[in-house]
């Protein structure tokens, strides 16, 4: 069974970091690329960042870029999200998706992955 499990989500304030982890299981993790996407109240769901599975090349949107770092360690079928001067703006549900590496071709929409996460809620607030 494939289960992807997001943890790391929390209460910040303003300018402060959070880490999010996605733990993968059931599937060949490192045939696989991973990204990170939210979904704020009342919003559509974003795309954030991807990580593929073998090289480990990233792709950032501009909302996140230089802010967000992605990265993934196959031995522990983990990716994670580094979130560093985090803003109020940045409160969301945060997911994690997986799908295999050779069928993605839009790292950042959503319909291009097969598996989710039940998600993890980060607010950014003083």
């Known amino acids: 069974e494939v289960q992807l499990v997001e943890s790391g989500g929390g209460l910040v304030q303003p300018g402060g970091s959070l880490r999010l982890s996605c733990a993968a299981s059931g599937f060949s993790f490192n045939e696989y690329a991973v990204g990170w996407f939210r979904q704020a109240p009342g919003k559509e769901r974003e795309g954030l960042s991807c990580?593929?599975?073998?090289?480990?090349?990233?792709y950032y949107a501009n909302s996140v870029k230089g802010r967000f770092t992605i990265s993934r360690d196959n031995g522990k079928n983990t990716v994670y999200l580094q979130m560093n001067s985090l803003k109020p703006e940045d409160t969301a549900v945060y997911y994690c998706?997986?799908?295999?590496?050779?069928?993605?071709?839009?790292?950042?929409?959503?319909?291009?992955?097969?598996?989710w996460g039940q998600g993890t809620q980060v607010t950014i607030s003083s």
């Open positions: 998706a997986a799908v295999p590496e050779s069928h993605l071709e839009q790292p950042l929409w959503e319909s291009d992955y097969d598996y």
């Open positions: 990580i593929s599975g073998s090289r480990g090349v990233t």
